[in-house]
């Protein structure tokens, strides 16, 4: 099983990028899939988390309402929609697959699979 992020970069504060994740060897349609981040000397950090059917979605209190959690099933792939940037959303983003939905929302984060990550940079 393998997870390929993609679409970090370099974006000034205010701006957006779209996060992908593209999952091989197996689906995820009925376990959770979520995103993590870890900024430069500090520790890995959840940002939001996704049921298996997209039908529920989780956010940490500090991206709320500016970070979309979505999944495609068909192409195997979840997304994070990142809005309103600021300069502290800098990290290396990785996503997680085979998780539980409720036990993320509990802080329990056990997923089977993880991603490399892929930076992102918010400049001021």
């Known amino acids: 099983v393998q997870l390929v992020e993609s679409g970090g970069g370099l974006v000034q504060a205010g701006g957006s990028l779209r996060l992908s994740c593209a999952t091989f060897g197996r689906t995820f349609s009925r376990s959770a899939m979520a995103w993590f981040r870890r900024a430069p000397g500090k520790e890995r950090e959840f940002v939001a988390a996704?049921?298996?059917?997209?039908?529920?979605?989780y956010y940490a209190d500090s991206v709320k309402g500016r970070f979309t959690i979505s999944k495609d099933n068909a192409k195997n792939t979840v997304y994070l929609h990142m809005n309103s940037l600021k300069p502290e959303d800098t990290a290396v983003y990785s996503c997680a697959a085979g998780g539980n939905y409720y036990y993320t929302t509990l802080g329990k984060y056990e997923y089977d699979y993880w991603g490399q990550g892929t930076q992102v940079t918010v400049s001021s």
């Open positions: 996704i049921s298996g059917t997209g039908g529920s979605t």
